[in-house]
């Protein structure tokens, strides 16, 4: 097994700090070690110009690495957003680390996906402060872009060698960013911006390449036995209570995409019990199961740790959890019929379900801030037309005095 510098070292390689960057990281270190200065007898050293210059070698971003997690520097520096001293940190130093320690393709996509999500997330938060200007929106826009290609070659090399993996893994990502862009655009639009600008471009593009990964993927699965026709309304009975809790007025329309949605994936060709026992389609279904349950879970433990969810946002994350869960059960029932096809899909559904409730959960303090932030700008909007309309009517009160 190989020490971990070799891991710091592949992921520093093309690591190359700014002068801007090196002075600001000199200034955060200077600073830290002053507030925090070491015990007795314990050797300090101090940080030379000479040292400082030295940054721009890879190694010695690896050195800053480790220097910065002992001090809580390279924790801080996680919540840091363009513009914070601490944010070549959190993406030339801490980032680069998390991919490098990926291990094979899908783990590379995994972290990327994070790493794509985080420049959304970035964008969001600023845009809700009102913080979002052009030149960032754009270099978040870029750096969202590179994480996103990288996401897609890494699928397309798992899916060489499985085709069911990919499937579980676009309908992730292709759910999250669909949840993040709707976000985005509420929060901009409560600013009165222009929702539809360069950064919701990129975020489009990118689920529309996504999706189509997932689709060739479906395609290249052989489900061995056409859907029931009863299949709408057999999982209606809990999924429709559900969706139907979760405030959506086209619930009955949903589920009824639910069985339409993935139909060419059908075929109707026979096989005896041991070929299906290890065909393509059980794999596919198992394997959506997996994502399924591990999804709901880490929506359950997000709801049960937030702590600022309005009453109506705790509301809704729970209804989109029972949701979520609601699937799940009928998906467990359909595998156990060998209903493959309409188990993966109802898994498919649950997934989707939850991991939209993670980034509601998540994304809900910084959709409250922005809607305070458009009620406090529409108030006082309203409170200055107000004073001005009065001050046209003490003005009249003048003008006919004057006339009397």
């Known amino acids: 097994m190989r020490d971990i510098t070799h891991y710091i070292k592949k992921a520093t390689d093309s690591v190359r700090l700014s002068h801007a960057e090196r002075i600001r990281m000199r200034?955060?270190?200077?600073s830290y070690m002053h507030f925090n200065p070491l015990p007795e007898p314990v050797t300090t050293y101090t940080i030379t110009r000479d040292w400082i210059i030295y940054l721009h070698r890879p190694l010695a971003a690896a050195l800053v690495l480790v220097l910065v997690s002992g001090t809580g520097i390279s924790y801080a520096a996680e919540s840091a957003l363009p513009g914070d001293v601490l944010y070549a940190v959190k993406t030339k130093v801490n980032e680069p680390v998390k991919v490098a320690l990926a291990t094979n393709a899908e783990a590379k996509a995994?972290?990327?996906?994070?790493l794509a999500e985080r420049r959304i997330e970035e964008a969001t938060t600023l845009a809700a402060e009102g913080r979002l200007d052009e030149a960032t929106q754009e270099s978040l826009a870029v750096a969202f872009e590179a994480h996103s290609d990288a996401v897609t070659k890494e699928i397309e090399k798992v899916e060489v060698e499985d085709s069911a993996a990919p499937i579980a893994?676009?309908?992730r990502f292709e759910?999250?960013?669909?949840?993040r862009e709707e976000?985005?655009?509420?929060?901009?639009?409560?600013?009165?911006?222009?929702?539809?600008?360069r950064f919701a471009q990129a975020i489009g593009e990118t689920?529309?390449?996504?999706?189509?990964?997932?689709e060739h993927a479906e395609a290249r699965l052989a489900f061995n036995e056409p859907l029931p026709d009863n299949f709408a309304t057999s999982i209606a009975p809990s999924a429709a209570h559900s969706l139907k809790a979760s405030g959506a007025e086209d619930a009955d329309a949903e589920i009824s995409l639910m069985?339409?949605?993935p139909a060419e994936m059908s075929t109707s060709s026979a096989t005896t019990s041991s070929q299906k026992s290890d065909s393509p389609d059980k794999k596919a279904a198992e394997r959506m199961k997996s994502a399924a349950e591990k999804s709901l879970k880490a929506a359950q433990k997000s709801l049960k740790s937030a702590r600022v969810l309005t009453k109506d946002a705790r509301a809704k994350a729970e209804a989109d959890i029972e949701f979520s869960e609601a699937l799940l059960d009928d998906g467990k029932a359909l595998l156990k019929d060998d209903t493959r096809e309409g188990a993966f899909i109802a898994f498919q559904e649950s997934l989707k379900a939850s991991e939209g409730a993670q980034v509601f959960i998540k994304a809900a303090p910084t959709l409250e801030k922005a809607r305070a932030r458009s009620g406090k700008n529409t108030n006082t909007n309203q409170s200055r037309d107000s004073s001005q309309n009065d001050g046209k009517g003490d003005d009249?009160?003048?003008?006919?005095?004057?006339?009397d």
Do not use: C, F, Y
């Open 175 to 179: 759910t999250r960013l669909a949840a």
């Open 396 to 403: 009249t009160k003048r003008s006919d005095n004057s006339d």
């Open 27 to 30: 200034n955060v270190l200077e």
């Open 259 to 261: 069985a339409a949605a």
């Open 207 to 214: 689920g529309r390449a996504v999706a189509s990964i997932r």
């Open 183 to 197: 976000i985005l655009h509420e929060v901009r639009s409560a600013n009165e911006e222009n929702p539809n600008g």
């Open 169 to 171: 893994m676009s309908t």
């Open 110 to 114: 995994e972290a990327q996906m994070e």
